[in-house]
């Protein structure tokens, strides 16, 4: 799943702040890109790759068999297979022409197969794309792959055919094991049938298993999150991520299908939130960053213990790789020199692919500003802290004048978000469920809506919008 407008910036509202933050899955975040990036643009990124570049690929599958009410991914669905073998010819074209672009430039690292739902695909077509993908990209031998899974889609055939593509690890969407609540968000799934796929991947060798749960759903109590995590804790998984149900109606219109009277309120969502967390850290889970959960050896947590693990549109990651290729319609790539976004429509998406071109529709170039506030975010994000020293030694003038803005904020905050400790900058404990706030404050287009603009010294003369 990669960012949309609606999940990396219009999110359920702080409680004690009143404040709606992004979710800061890159910086700046997808919705204040910009025409301004166009295909041409990409072309030259891609062909200042070097030789020993390493590049993860994120593919993107905009279809399901059946909509889930609180998804708000760039998705449709179909009950016919047809549009989705149409989609997957021009998928195998943009393969074509992005790995002519970047042949002998990079080496792939890891490979994500996102959606939508990737394992409603045919196990015959699973395999072309894997095959795709391995022709015109060169891999590293130890390259990872997952896959995000749907349980209700899998059987024999498409299980063994991701684990004859290579499938390291599996992630399932579980969100609450409640019937109740899984009929109020038209997710039904059995506990049953999650735990036999989970039993399936890891005979085929899938050796990292992941489940998502989501806490803020209709009809969910604290008993009811209670029991699901004490489910999902039963299947033993590698790693766990808690997200927070975002209800954004006006930008998913199937949203509308969900009762807002059936939502809990600001103060329940907290304190489940806050139970899961504590089920999950007591069942022997170490927490990364702001939802994420790892058994102390997984790779993802060992990264979090050497302070290397990073933030990108799936969440967190030990995926180091500055360069991300994204592939299929919205799928956003990022570059050392920027972000850039294709087309969200299939149709539109389908025609630019089929013509042998980039499917690039916007974007943002990054200045030296982006990248030093970029680099404060993420490691606020990941890590709770952020070093005053190496902010100053990577980005010169420009982490002098930040450096200075926090200081400000440490110094003045009366609400204690940021403080100095040392040579570090420090989200205290008691502030971490904040922490999407404090990155805010470092968000300079925040409040302008757009990222092709000038930074002004003083911007409408309210110094307190800007650091």
Same mark, same amino acid.
């Given at each position: 799943? /990669?960012?949309?407008?609606?999940?990396?910036?219009?999110?359920?509202?702080?409680?004690?702040?009143?404040?709606?933050?992004?979710?800061?899955?890159?910086?700046?975040?997808?919705?204040?890109?910009? $025409?301004?990036?166009?295909?041409?643009?990409?072309?030259?990124?891609?062909?200042?790759?070097?030789?020993?570049?390493?590049?993860?690929?994120?593919?993107?599958?905009?279809?399901?068999?059946?909509?889930?009410?609180?998804?708000?991914?760039?998705?449709?669905?179909?009950?016919?297979?047809?549009?989705?073998?149409?989609?997957?010819?021009?998928?195998?074209?943009?393969?074509?022409?992005?790995?002519?672009?970047?042949?002998?430039?990079?080496?792939?690292? !890891?490979?994500? +197969?996102?959606?939508?739902?990737?394992?409603?695909?045919?196990?015959?077509?699973?395999?072309?794309?894997?095959?795709? %993908?391995?022709?015109?990209?060169? +891999?590293?031998?130890?390259?990872?792959?997952?896959?995000?899974?749907?349980?209700?889609?899998?059987?024999?055939?498409?299980?063994?055919? +991701?684990?004859?593509?290579?499938?390291?690890?599996?992630?399932?969407?579980?969100?609450? +094991?409640?019937?109740?609540?899984?009929?109020?968000?038209?997710?039904?799934?059995?506990?049953?049938?999650?735990?036999?796929?989970?039993?399936? %991947?890891?005979?085929?060798?899938?050796?990292?298993?992941?489940?998502?749960?989501?806490?803020?759903?209709?009809?969910?109590?604290?008993?009811?999150?209670?029991?699901?995590?004490? /489910?999902?804790?039963?299947?033993?998984?590698?790693?766990?991520?808690? *997200?927070?149900?975002?209800?954004?109606?006006?930008?998913?219109?199937?949203?509308?299908?969900?009762?807002?009277?059936?939502?809990?309120?600001?103060?329940? #969502?907290?304190?489940?939130?806050?139970?899961?967390? #504590?089920?999950?850290?007591?069942?022997?889970?170490?927490?990364?960053?702001?939802?994420?959960?790892?058994?102390?050896?997984?790779?993802?947590?060992?990264? !979090?213990?050497?302070?290397?693990?990073?933030?990108?549109?799936?969440?967190?990651?030990?995926?180091?790789?500055?360069?991300?290729?994204?592939?299929?319609?919205?799928?956003?790539?990022?570059?050392?020199?920027?972000?850039?976004?294709?087309?969200?429509?299939?149709?539109?998406?389908?025609?630019?692919?089929?013509?042998?071109?980039?499917?690039?529709?916007?974007?943002?170039?990054?200045? %030296?500003?982006?990248?030093?506030?970029?680099?404060?975010?993420?490691?606020?994000?990941?890590? *709770?802290? *952020?070093?005053?020293?190496?902010?100053?030694?990577?980005?010169?003038?420009?982490?002098?004048?930040?450096?200075?803005?926090?200081?400000?904020?440490?110094?003045?905050?009366?609400?204690?978000?940021?403080?100095?400790?040392?040579?570090?900058?420090?989200? $205290?404990?008691?502030?971490?469920?904040?922490? #999407?706030?404090?990155?805010?404050? *470092?968000?300079?287009?925040? /409040?302008?809506?757009?990222?092709?603009?000038?930074?002004?010294?003083?911007?409408?003369?309210?110094?307190?919008?800007?650091?």
């Amino acid at each position: 799943m /990669q960012p949309t407008a609606a999940n990396d910036t219009r999110t359920t509202s702080t409680a004690s702040l009143g404040e709606t933050v992004p979710r800061y899955t890159s910086y700046p975040t997808a919705p204040h890109f910009h $025409p301004g990036v166009d295909a041409i643009t990409v072309r030259g990124w891609m062909k200042a790759l070097e030789a020993d570049d390493e590049i993860s690929l994120y593919l993107h599958i905009p279809y399901c068999d059946r909509l889930c009410w609180f998804c708000a991914c760039h998705t449709k669905q179909t009950r016919h297979y047809a549009p989705v073998a149409t989609f997957l010819r021009s998928l195998h074209k943009e393969i074509e022409t992005v790995g002519n672009l970047v042949s002998g430039k990079g080496r792939v690292r !890891a490979v994500h +197969f996102g959606g939508g739902s990737p394992t409603m695909l045919k196990p015959e077509d699973i395999l072309a794309l894997g095959k795709a %993908v391995k022709d015109r990209f060169d +891999f590293l031998d130890n390259a990872s792959l997952s896959v995000e899974i749907d349980p209700n889609d899998m059987d024999e055939g498409r299980l063994d055919a +991701f684990a004859a593509i290579g499938m390291t690890r599996a992630s399932l969407g579980v969100q609450d +094991f409640d019937p109740k609540v899984q009929k109020a968000i038209n997710r039904e799934q059995s506990f049953v049938l999650t735990r036999s796929v989970v039993n399936a %991947v890891r005979a085929r060798g899938v050796n990292s298993v992941n489940l998502d749960l989501l806490y803020g759903l209709p009809h969910q109590t604290l008993e009811s999150v209670a029991a699901t995590v004490a /489910q999902a804790l039963t299947l033993e998984p590698d790693r766990m991520a808690l *997200f927070g149900y975002a209800h954004v109606p006006w930008f998913k219109k199937h949203q509308t299908m969900i009762d807002e009277a059936w939502l809990p309120q600001s103060a329940e #969502r907290l304190a489940q939130s806050q139970l899961a967390a #504590r089920l999950i850290v007591d069942a022997g889970y170490e927490v990364l960053g702001l939802d994420h959960f790892a058994r102390p050896d997984d790779a993802l947590a060992v990264a !979090a213990r050497a302070g290397n693990i990073r933030r990108n549109f799936q969440g967190y990651t030990e995926d180091n790789c500055e360069t991300l290729i994204g592939l299929g319609p919205s799928a956003i790539s990022r570059f050392r020199q920027g972000y850039a976004q294709n087309i969200v429509a299939t149709g539109e998406y389908e025609k630019a692919a089929n013509s042998g071109q980039l499917a690039t529709t916007r974007g943002v170039e990054f200045s %030296v500003d982006d990248l030093a506030r970029g680099w404060i975010i993420e490691r606020l994000m990941c890590h *709770f802290a *952020f070093s005053a020293i190496e902010l100053v030694e990577r980005f010169g003038d420009v982490g002098q004048k930040l450096l200075a803005a926090a200081s400000r904020l440490a110094i003045n905050g009366a609400d204690r978000l940021l403080l100095l400790d040392g040579e570090n900058f420090v989200v $205290p404990q008691e502030s971490r469920p904040l922490v #999407r706030v404090v990155a805010a404050k *470092f968000d300079r287009y925040f /409040q302008t809506g757009r990222a092709d603009i000038p930074w002004p010294s003083k911007p409408d003369g309210r110094a307190d919008r800007w650091l």
